[in-house]
């Protein structure tokens, strides 16, 4: 659908006064290229003028048949005839024939002449381009210069390449002087040819890449930035050329299918109608275009490799209406967008083509789509696209559509469009139309930057005839009329269009009328749309479109702006006067949104936050109008939603918070939990919001976060016994999955409505009133509340510690829910980061408790009992332990802590090496200190210091040690290290009856384990045999018996 709007996208027009009727025409560099009819000449006149004086002329070598400029190399191209041979040619630095006085030199393709090594390139220059084809086609890229030619059969890629070239300063002084001002005005842009830098280059052309198509039977062809189009009657081809990485893998032929490689056969008696086809990136290679790569022969060239990227084939149901010459596709280009962020690379490249009656649009970077699909009124000669807008010609006007460029380039600079922080209307949203311009006989068009220049040759009988002009209030024609009526039939016109921003400000103005009387038309929506567009051109033109006269409206109109100040100023204050209307559009958009139907709703949301409203001023632009109906939108419910599930510092007075809690309570009243524990409704009154939140519960029934949030509000009246009431409705696991199902009764901040899950920024995460209620009164309430929160990734560990921290329970809750993550939790890394935290606080406990510093009593929620019942990763204390531990010498806190960090210690998960450093501060000397030390040693391995150490401290636990650590691989320790240690120990100190003991129940489990022979190596050779021949006969009974 194409949307029509009596718009004024033109504001002038000017007749350019030339002799001869004009042939061929193009435009580039800000010149106009005039071919006169049949002639050999060109003459070249001043865009950027007013009037467009001449600027000056050149003769050709053959008859134009066709001609283009390049922006970059500021070069002509043409296809010339002469005596029935077609010849390709370049014109490079043709500025020096301002006076047609000026030396020329004609050379072949990659030779350079004597004269053109003394000249320095100061000189216009022919390059004869040899072909071995006839070249049908030719096309510039926009962005590297380079040239396509396409023949019949075949497209021929040349690199455009700049030979450097040393000139004496005095001949390029005087070359310059010679030069008179109207050259020097032309163009401040002349690309590297111009006379103002002293290293000028000679430009010339390397044949790179040749494409055989022997399927199709070319027309025209398009370069733009690696892309390749070329188009026959029927069909369009678009290809991708990037330099090979592997050389081999540019010589592998694509394959194809079977009906590209093989011919069909039988048809001759056939009327073959080709199908409609479309096939966009991958797809694209499975049409039967074969295309085949041909090398140039040089070696030191790049190798290149292709792929498809876009094809489409027309079948005659498209041309309904045409006749048989007028069925063929027309208008192929390929149009680049750059942005400020991307002066070298185009930010998107587009492709556009056009048949008779509707033209096409397709995007072509990042992703081929079709954006836009242009239905025509009548059938179009001619079409060329510029940033915003889309000209085309019929044989009697000139038509102007929208374009979708801006869209496709905002979110490829934007990332966060289409997010519920920005939007853009859709790249494929319907275009409009705007108002036509009537003209007579409309042969061609072209563009440059804000002009668009059209070719008129009436036929012989309608040239007297006058033309019909439907101008805008502010269309003027320069004063000589009668070169249009009198004396020939063709006029040349360059018509401006109007700045995109004063487009956009028509549009406003036009749409007032469907404000006033359908606010809610689909019309509306979409000519705010299309002024949103038009200000996104506007704000991503580059400060090249802005200085050639596409951009800033404000630094043309002051007269006093002549330093670059005053326009950096000027172009500062527009920039700021662009961002405004955006922001103005944004709110109008939102306005729109706010009431639409549930397909599009959302949108309200990111433009009314694009509009930089208050949540005040939106709630004031939607409120019910007091004649209407008393309903509110889906789009402003869902911004409110959205606005008060966001974690801002904004509060809401409480007159906003009240109004907000009215509009849910009758629109969607399930919805009042949620926006009673935002953040921003922290000023709401809560009386009458407890009212509400009753009259919610009598209706809609009991829930438990119901019950939570009216216990919140009981709590903020002071009303101690109706909070207690209400929190002893539900049992705690309950009250536990109400704050899960709504975390910001207990936090506020985090950067998120699931209370902090995905922000990572714990210093912006609060506990709330209700929360400190708890840590007071219900702290197991609050730490699994808090465990629970977490383990549903709504909380992060260190967002949760900043919790307790502002609670002041950093030594008491914190831990309480350090201890509960290691029950809940199953991730390792976590759990190992809390094993080092409560490790660490155990520690600080008891070198506190020795100090007489220790913190304030408290009873931690679990015990160690508890832990080591409930939690895997302590571990039940070693039997050896008991031994070591006092009984009544410490205080209740020290016990506690001293046997938590023995089961840590005792517990699977625990890495040792991270604590050792951290128990250095522990001294040895203690009976509980040494049992800490020898746990660290046990668990590390080391089992002969430990036992020599027990043995030295404690050896009445060296058989309890034993029996629990001497195991398995371990058992020979029994005979090799504790047997040895124990004799040497009893031979010094024979009356030591702990030590005869130990020795005792050592030689029990030595006979037990070892055969005669092996005990018998174990006996000493002291005298003390007798000793042992008891256990020695227990051992060799024990064997016989086996």
Not at 592 to 605: M, N, P, T, V
Not at 811 to 830: G, I, K, P
Not at 932 to 959: F, K, M, N, V, W
Request: a negative charge.
């Amino acid at each position: 659908m194409v949307h029509v709007y009596n718009c004024h996208p033109f504001k002038s027009q000017q007749i350019v006064q030339v002799e001869q009727e004009p042939g061929l025409v193009c435009c580039g560099g800000g010149a106009l290229f005039v071919v006169a009819t049949g002639g050999c000449k060109v003459e070249v006149y001043n865009l950027e003028k007013e009037g467009c004086p001449l600027f000056c002329r050149f003769a050709t070598m053959g008859t134009v048949k066709s001609i283009q400029h390049s922006k970059i190399g500021d070069y002509l191209v043409t296809i010339e005839e002469k005596n029935n041979a077609t010849y390709l040619r370049a014109y490079t630095n043709w500025r020096y024939q301002a006076e047609e006085k000026g030396r020329v030199g004609v050379r072949l393709l990659g030779h350079l002449l004597g004269g053109a090594s003394v000249w320095g390139g100061v000189q216009m220059e022919i390059i004869e381009i040899p072909m071995s084809e006839r070249p049908i086609a030719v096309s510039c890229c926009p962005v590297t210069g380079d040239l396509l030619v396409g023949c019949e059969k075949t497209v021929v890629l040349f690199t455009l390449s700049r030979q450097n070239q040393q000139n004496l300063n005095q001949s390029q002084q005087s070359v310059q002087n010679s030069l008179p001002n109207s050259q020097q005005s032309c163009n401040p842009s002349q690309g590297p040819t111009s006379v103002s830098h002293p290293n000028l280059s000679i430009l010339d052309f390397e044949r790179s890449v040749i494409l055989h198509l022997p399927k199709m039977s070319l027309k025209q062809v398009a370069l733009c930035g690696g892309y390749v189009a070329v188009n026959a009657e029927l069909e369009v081809l678009v290809l991708k050329l990037e330099a090979a990485s592997d050389p081999a893998a540019a010589e592998e032929p694509l394959e194809t299918s079977k009906s590209a490689a093989e011919p069909p056969q039988d048809q001759d008696d056939f009327l073959l109608i080709p199908r409609h086809q479309e096939l966009l990136e991958s797809k694209a290679k499975d049409c039967d275009i074969l295309v085949t790569m041909e090398k140039t022969g040089l070696e030191d060239q790049a190798q290149y490799q292709f792929s498809y990227i876009l094809f489409r084939r027309f079948s005659p149901e498209f041309f309904q209406g045409c006749r048989v010459e007028e069925m063929q596709i027309h208008s192929l280009q390929l149009y680049p967008l750059f942005t400020s962020n991307s002066l070298e690379d185009p930010t998107c490249v587009f492709c556009f083509f056009s048949l008779p009656t509707a033209g096409y649009l397709y995007s072509l970077k990042g992703g081929v789509e079709l954006l836009s699909a242009y239905q025509y009124p009548e059938k179009v000669l001619q079409a060329v696209m510029s940033d915003h807008l889309l000209h085309v010609i019929t044989k009697n006007a000139l038509q102007c559509f929208t374009v979708r460029c801006s869209a496709v380039a905002a979110r490829m600079e934007d990332p966060y469009i289409d997010t519920t922080m920005k939007a853009c209307p859709p790249s494929t949203l319907e275009v409009c139309a705007l108002r036509i311009q009537l003209f007579i006989g409309l042969r061609s068009v072209c563009v440059y930057n804000q002009r668009v220049i059209l070719l008129s040759a009436a036929d012989t009988e309608t040239q007297q005839e006058p033309e019909r002009r439907c101008l805008s209030r502010k269309w003027t024609i320069s004063s000589p009329k009668e070169t249009s009526t009198v004396g020939h039939g063709w006029n040349l016109y360059v018509v401006d269009t109007v700045h995109p921003f004063t487009l956009y400000q028509e549009m406003v103005e036009y749409s007032c009328r469907y404000v006033q009387t359908t606010p809610q038309s689909h019309s509306l929506r979409h000519l705010l749309s299309e002024a949103h567009l038009l200000l996104r051109a506007c704000l991503l033109q580059t400060p090249e479109q802005k200085q050639s006269g596409q951009g800033d409206p404000a630094v043309s109109s002051k007269p006093g702006s002549n330093g670059a100040v005053d326009k950096n100023s000027a172009t500062q204050a527009n920039r700021q006067e662009l961002e405004e209307a955006l922001r103005q559009n944004s709110a109008q958009l939102g306005d729109c949104f706010s009431r639409a139907s549930q397909k599009d709703c959302h949108l309200a949301l990111p433009y009314y936050k694009m509009s930089g409203l208050t949540v005040a001023e939106v709630i004031s632009r939607n409120r019910p109008p007091p004649e209407g109906p008393s309903s509110y939108g889906l789009g402003f419910l869902f911004y409110l939603k959205l606005h008060l599930l966001e974690e801002t510092e904004q509060h809401l007075t409480q007159e906003e918070a009240d109004e907000i809690i009215y509009i849910f309570s009758q629109s969607e009243p399930f919805l009042l939990v949620s926006v009673c524990a935002s953040p921003c409704m922290i000023n709401c009154s809560a009386t009458r919001t407890l009212q509400i939140l009753q009259r919610l519960e009598d209706t809609a029934g009991v829930s438990v976060p119901l019950t939570i949030i009216m216990a919140a509000m009981a709590l903020r009246l002071g009303k101690q016994q109706d909070y207690t009431e209400l929190m002893e409705r539900h049992a705690e696991m309950q009250l536990v999955y109400g704050f899960i199902e709504e975390p910001r009764l207990l936090l506020h901040g985090g950067g998120g409505g699931g209370g902090g899950g995905g922000g990572g920024q714990h210093s912006q995460v609060h506990p709330t009133s209700l929360a400190r209620q708890l840590a007071n009164t219900q702290p197991g309430l609050l730490v699994a509340a808090m465990v629970a929160l977490h383990e549903n990734c709504k909380v992060q560990l260190e967002q949760a510690d900043f919790v307790f921290k502002e609670l002041g329970c950093e030594n008491t809750l914190l831990v309480d829910f350090w201890e509960a993550m290691l029950m809940a939790s199953s991730q390792d890394a976590v759990i190992q980061e809390l094993l080092f935290r409560v490790a660490s606080v155990y520690i600080d406990r008891l070198t506190n408790s020795i100090n007489g510093s220790g913190a304030p009593k408290y009873k931690s929620l679990k015990g160690a009992d508890d832990l080591i019942t409930s939690c895997s990763h302590y571990g039940a204390l070693y039997p050896w332990l008991t031994v070591l531990n006092p009984t009544h010498s410490t205080t209740s806190e020290h016990q506690e802590a001293l046997h938590k960090l023995q089961s840590l210690l005792c517990g699977p998960s625990l890495s040792v090496g991270s604590i050792v450093p951290l128990l250095e501060r522990l001294s040895g000397e203690t009976l509980w200190g040494f049992s800490l030390h020898l746990l660290c040693a046990t668990r590390r391995g080391q089992y002969e210091s430990s036992i020599e150490q027990l043995l030295d401290r404690c050896p009445q636990a060296i058989i309890a040690y034993a029996n629990h650590q001497l195991q398995d691989k371990y058992m020979t320790l029994w005979w090799q290290k504790l047997l040895p240690e124990l004799c040497k120990r009893t031979r010094a100190a024979a009356d030591n009856g702990i030590l005869l003991g130990a020795l005792k129940e050592t030689l029990v489990v030595v006979a037990m384990e070892t055969s005669p022979a092996e005990f018998l190596e174990l006996i000493p050779d002291d005298g003390t045999a007798s000793y042992f021949l008891p256990h020695l006969l227990t051992c060799s009974q024990r064997h016989l018996m086996a």
